[in-house]
């Protein structure tokens, strides 16, 4: 299964999804025009290497802003994830957050409470 890489943009994050190592990575700020257009090969690749893999999945979010349909979107690929962390599979998801911003702290923390896999937060360190 080929990886999935996309540069960011002034309104998209970078993506690197690597089926070979698990590690899924997201990073910038996400507020596509059109979120469907930017998210749906994601959520496709996603959808693949969940069923045609087993290996262990590291899920790791650096966004410093998402804007609400990117919730939504990110929402939905946790949603796949815990889907798999409830079939055996070892997942975690590794969220990245600035200390200073108590709006992005809480829509995290909010995002936590949904889910049973593993999920750390960490402050970044600029």
Known sequence: ???????KSK???SVDLDAETGV?????ESYP??????????????DTF?????VD??????????N????????DILDRLEAAHDAGRNVA???????????????IEELKEDFEMSFTLTAREW
């Open 50 to 54: 969940l069923t045609d893999r087993s």
């Open 68 to 75: 609400t349909s990117s919730t939504k979107y990110m929402i």
């Open 24 to 28: 899924l990575a997201i990073g910038g």
């Open 93 to 107: 998801v590794e969220w990245f957050y600035d200390e200073d911003n108590d709006r992005e702290i809480d829509t």
């Open 33 to 46: 025009e059109d979120s469907h257009q930017f998210f749906a090969p994601l959520v496709e690749w996603l």
């Open 1 to 7: 299964m080929q990886p999935l890489r996309i540069e």
């Open 57 to 66: 999945v590291t899920f790791r979010v650096d966004l410093a802003y998402m």
């Open 11 to 13: 309104s998209t994050p």
